[in-house]
């Protein structure tokens, strides 16, 4: 899986940012699930480019060495 975080848009457009960024992906690692984690506007964004929602986040953390 390819993970994105932290898109920014220097002119507050979220859906032209997610756009590029997932045709950059596809022409890179065509066929390759795309992941990431958003909130708020930025989930809304990437909704409408065709994200789904699959669940909460995890973080795993190793606590030994």
Do not use: K, M
């Not at 898109?7 to 045709?23: K, T, Y």
């Not at 984690?37 to 909460?56: S, T, W």
Request: proline letters at 6%; charged letters at 25%; one cysteine or more.
């Amino acid at each position: 899986a390819i993970g994105v975080s932290n898109l920014f848009a220097a002119d507050d457009d979220l859906d032209a940012a997610w756009r590029s960024c997932l045709e950059a992906t596809d022409r890179l690692w065509p066929g390759v699930p795309v992941v990431g984690y958003e909130h708020g506007d930025d989930l809304a964004a990437a909704l409408r480019q065709g994200f789904e929602p699959v669940g909460p986040l995890r973080v795993w953390l190793r606590t030994d060495g």
